[in-house]
């Protein structure tokens, strides 16, 4: 295609009016049924795009304890697949789910129906760190391109894997930015630490803890899918930290929250963005009131074309968690797709030099697959609601 064709595509707005599409099911292997063209959107038709039989893959939990996580993506990655059928009917791309359960041990097997499923160019996923350590050899070795929105395990990006490329900065930033505003915005002199003992979870933990050194005066690690954490709840009370981080997913911070304040810690709470979701303030009711969650990820909802976009297609509803990421990720397997790289080879070279404004950054690789930009924001829980402090300096 020419440059001039594959510009008119990146510019097509998100505010474009179309019909809701039906969303696919959350089954594995589903594909979504996408926007058909209308009136309205007739002018934004671009000539010349065509493809047959191509897809774009969700690779994540869709159910399970960290399930809205990757709802969020999916969502985001849904959007911009139904604008992009919406604009090209000669070229309807497929999107094809795979749901984890976020389950490192599941991802192998997943991976290979991915790759054996010859029609899919490119994965927005894997949406965790542990199912990504475990998956992303067998998508390097079939060359399958990966976007996460979602992954920040610092590690990642340290196995020569040629496919892999992030879409939000890691947790190499993210960690150090949580100690930052835990000893400078929160002054705390003692800080406590505990993690769930996952790839993602102990290791952003871990670089908070080795960031604060002597100020770490207790830590400790959980197991999620326990209900009693009495064990770690002694030790920070016993320690009486000024702030206890968290290394870990929604569902078991709320209990954890709960179970802190009920024992009477009154220390801040502080999370990365894996509690940044509403099951956080579900699971720990009032005990989730000012705590603060960091996040390498935008507010989707700051961008108004995006956000109107969203709700268009899912009416009463705003952007969540990693979203806007994800919808990024699969704009650049959309263009890729729109440049005729219809085979894994092309749409792999393709992002190479892939270097367009995104909803939430400029979207361009380095050589490990690292997205440009560091930004880390906070957020902070307040009558129940996850409202954005600012961007954390």
């Not at 991976?111 to 965790?128: H, R």
């Not at 990006?157 to 490329?165: A, C, R, S, Y």
């Amino acid at each position: 295609m020419k440059k001039s064709t594959l510009l008119r595509v990146s510019a097509i707005a998100v505010s474009l009016a179309f019909v809701t599409a039906a969303c696919g099911s959350d089954s594995e292997g589903s594909v979504s049924e996408d926007t058909v063209v209308t009136e309205d959107t007739a002018a934004a038709v671009v000539d010349g795009v065509t493809c047959e039989g191509v897809s774009i893959a969700f690779f994540g939990a869709l159910s399970g304890d960290a399930g809205n996580l990757g709802k969020n993506i999916r969502a985001g990655a849904d959007l911009a697949v139904s604008e992009f059928n919406t604009a090209n009917p000669d070229c309807q791309v497929g999107l094809v789910d795979f749901d984890s359960q976020g389950d490192p041990a599941q991802a192998p097997a997943l991976a290979q129906k991915a790759i054996d499923d010859a029609g899919i160019l490119g994965i927005v996923g894997p949406a965790f760190s542990g199912e990504s350590k475990a998956a992303n050899p067998l998508f390097d070795a079939a060359g399958l391109a990966i976007i996460t929105p979602s992954a920040t395990n610092a590690d990642l990006n340290d196995n020569n894997w040629k496919v892999f490329h992030r879409a939000l900065a890691g947790d190499d930033k993210q960690g150090p930015a949580i100690a930052s505003y835990i000893s400078k915005t929160l002054a705390a002199a003692k800080v406590g630490i505990i993690d769930d003992a996952s790839e993602y979870g102990k290791g952003l933990a871990d670089i908070v803890k080795t960031t604060l050194g002597d100020a770490v005066v207790a830590s400790d690690s959980i197991d999620p899918k326990a209900a009693d954490f009495s064990a770690a709840v002694s030790k920070m009370k016993e320690a009486a930290p000024d702030a206890i981080f968290y290394g870990g997913y929604y569902a078991e911070a709320g209990k954890l929250a709960k179970q802190l304040r009920d024992a009477g810690v009154t220390a801040t709470l502080v999370f990365g963005d894996g509690v940044k979701d509403n099951g956080f303030i579900e699971a720990a009711g009032p005990a989730a009131d000012g705590s603060i969650i960091t996040c390498t990820c935008a507010d989707g909802a700051s961008n108004a074309e995006f956000a109107a976009a969203y709700t268009a297609k899912f009416p009463g509803e705003t952007p969540q968690t990693y979203g806007a990421e994800a919808y990024d990720a699969a704009k650049a397997f959309l263009a890729a797709i729109a440049a005729g790289k219809t085979d894994r080879a092309g749409v792999l070279e393709f992002l190479v030099t892939y270097d367009a404004a995104g909803v939430t950054k400029q979207i361009k690789w380095d050589e490990t697959g690292e997205v440009a930009g560091n930004a880390v924001y906070a957020y902070k829980v307040e009558a129940g609601v996850i409202s954005v402090v600012g961007l954390i300096e």
